[in-house]
């Protein structure tokens, strides 16, 4: 059994702020974490991954997320926020060595940038 | 460019009608899934299908029904639309096996039941 806490529904960063969006995991097998992003009216777009390998994982846009075990922890961060960045995201966990692939998300967290 | 497309962007149903929302990918994935997306709930799975006439229950399966007759669609159907139903539907493929567990999504559909 997998689930997702994302700590924060809402997070509120000035432009050119650090962006930090918290997501906790909890997998009874090794997983595989996922961080999208969805802008307003729109479908889900991968920013970045985790498999295996690297702990330190880059993204699209400038993001980027750390897995820490120890932590069951995968925090998004980006050093510096634009106002395009402003957006729902959402971590989502998946068992490693499943074929199906089914993604189990935390609620999200909207980030709000200000000028 | 991969591509996930969902047949409507948005829809209106009368309560009591049978719906069907279509999805169709042109990646040659084997996985194809149904998501609900609720404010403050995040996306809940539906149902997936990992191969053609195959399906399997997700969290929340009650009240829906699901078909995929050719790899590339996978249809969802509600057999009799309620309220409590209205929400935004996501459809989202990935590739079979376990090297690429990536998914991508369709633009969702905004279902209403009035």
């Known amino acids: 059994a997998q689930s997702v806490t994302q700590l924060g529904s809402h997070v509120s960063v000035s432009e050119g702020a650090l962006v930090l969006l918290r997501c906790n995991y909890s997998?009874?097998?090794?997983?595989?974490l996922f961080w999208y992003v969805q802008y307003p009216n729109q479908g889900l777009q991968l920013l970045l991954k985790y498999t295996t390998g690297a702990t330190l994982v880059k993204g699209i846009n400038g993001f980027e997320a750390e897995f820490k075990k120890s932590e069951t922890s995968f925090h998004l961060t980006k050093p510096s926020a634009h106002m395009s960045d402003a957006a729902e995201y959402f971590c989502a966990v998946s068992p490693m060595n499943s074929g199906y692939s089914t993604l189990t998300f935390g609620k999200g967290t909207m980030l709000l940038v200000s000028p | 460019d991969v591509k996930v497309t969902q047949s409507s962007r948005y829809l209106v149903k009368r309560t009591g009608e049978k719906v069907f929302l279509e999805c169709v990918q042109d990646m040659d994935h084997e996985n194809m899934f149904w998501y609900r997306q609720d404010p403050g709930l995040g996306l809940r799975l539906i149902y997936f299908?990992?191969?053609?006439?195959?399906?399997e229950k997700g969290d929340i399966p009650e009240g829906y029904s699901v078909s995929r007759e050719k790899k590339e669609r996978f249809s969802l159907i509600l057999e009799s639309a309620s309220t409590n139903q209205t929400s935004m539907y996501l459809c989202?493929?990935?590739?079979?096996?376990?090297?690429?567990?990536?998914?991508?999504f369709g633009q969702g559909t905004r279902l209403t039941v009035v």
């Open positions: 989202a493929s990935s590739k079979g096996g376990t090297v690429n567990t990536e998914a991508f």
């Open positions: 299908s990992y191969d053609v006439k195959m399906k």
């Open positions: 997998s009874s097998v090794p997983p595989y």
